[in-house]
């Protein structure tokens, strides 16, 4: 089992950047594949991008392409999402997640961070 704390979010304007990190504990966080998921108040939640536990594969919403990416670390047991050009529709809590296969389904992440807060204004 691997445990999840996210951090890093805040309130940014529109433009600028935020870089979060999903801190991991337990099991060894190489793995696993690491995701991004966020929810907008009043939405489903959605996904946002994943990287295979070696890093040679990433999935990225079309929403996000080109404004964030995703990168980590299986020594410091830690994922980054560096988001640029934030929008306001980018508003959401950001979710790390870990499973076995980079997909987009939120069901194949069985383990789960506490999210953290991210907003844009205008």
């Known amino acids: 089992q691997v445990q999840m704390v996210e951090s890093g979010g805040g309130l940014v304007q529109a433009g600028g950047s935020l870089r979060l990190s999903c801190a991991a504990s337990?099991?060894?966080?190489?793995?696993?594949?690491m995701g991004w998921f966020r929810q907008a108040p009043g939405k489903e939640r959605e996904f946002v991008v994943a990287i295979s536990w070696s890093g040679g594969n990433t999935l990225y919403a079309d929403s996000v392409k080109g404004r964030f990416t995703i990168s980590r670390d299986n020594a410091k047991k830690t994922v980054y999402l560096q988001m640029n050009s934030l929008k306001p529709e980018d508003t959401a809590v950001y979710y790390c997640?870990?499973?076995?296969?980079?997909?987009?389904?939120?069901?194949?992440?069985?383990?789960w961070g506490q999210g953290t807060q991210v907003t844009v204004s205008s």
């Open positions: 337990g099991r060894t966080l190489s793995s696993y594949t």
């Open positions: 997640a870990a499973g076995q296969y980079t997909v987009v389904g939120a069901g194949n992440y069985p383990y």
